[in-house]
């Protein structure tokens, strides 16, 4: 296909997530996302972080699989949670699940620093690879156990983490600062909540579960912590 014909398909796919906001609003609170939110995902190449033989169903507004028994989010959920960040050209942002690094390519363009880890190091060397050729050179990519997060660059302004935990990790919650935001899907498998985690200035957390969603889950430590 040509870019004249993705860029088509990704002018579609901008109409979907608007109409979808619009439905969902009664569980999001937002019945439609920032601009700027909205002209970063629409610009992003999501073509360029699926396998070449399903290139021509990357706009669809679902996700699609990049290997290891893993996806590439829903562009509709890909914007939601970066909209709940509301993420400042300033801020720090912690990313948990680079995947194929398509979901960093939007932080990126938004912040102005984002590490991000993955489990699998062949998604996260691919992940590392397509960022830099796409020139998104404020991103860092780490193979990692993402429950630990990625203390060495925190406290974050914003966390993201796009694959299921059961709880809350608390090292990524000790890592988000004191006035931060985290978006995390949570729950058991077969019931799970996107939630909405704030930290107050003095330390208090407070959270809210947005809508029910489906990631795959987060390996987490069978034994004692301090090994990320």
Not at 43 to 49: D, I, L, M, Q, T
Not at 86 to 99: F, K, N, Q, R, T
Not at 121 to 140: H, I, S, T, W, Y
């Amino acid at each position: 296909m040509s870019e004249e014909q993705f860029k088509n398909l990704r002018q579609q796919l901008m109409a979907e997530i608007a109409a979808e906001a619009v439905l969902t609003a009664g569980h999001t609170g937002r019945a439609a996302f920032s601009g700027r939110v909205m002209r970063v995902v629409g610009s992003v190449p999501r073509h360029e972080f699926v396998p070449i033989e399903i290139q021509a169903y990357a706009y669809l507004n679902r996700p699609l699989p990049i290997g290891y028994d893993k996806t590439i989010s829903q562009p509709f959920i890909v914007a939601l949670m970066t909209d709940l960040l509301e993420i400042e050209p300033h801020d720090v942002v912690l990313e948990i699940g680079a995947g194929a690094g398509y979901q960093a390519a939007v932080l990126s363009a938004l912040a102005q620093r984002v590490y991000t880890v993955d489990i699998i190091e062949e998604l996260a060397l691919g992940a590392e690879r397509r960022l830099k050729r796409l020139g998104c050179d404020n991103v860092e990519v780490r193979v990692g156990n993402g429950y630990y997060g990625w203390p060495e660059f925190g406290p974050y302004d914003k966390i993201i983490v796009t694959t299921a935990s059961e709880l809350i990790p608390p090292p990524l919650l000790g890592q988000l600062k004191p006035g931060g935001k985290m978006v995390i899907p949570t729950g058991i498998p077969e019931k799970q909540s996107l939630t909405f985690v704030e930290k107050a200035p003095s330390g208090a957390l407070s959270t809210r579960d947005i809508l029910p969603v489906r990631f795959s889950e987060m390996e987490e430590p069978a034994g004692p912590a301090g090994v990320a």
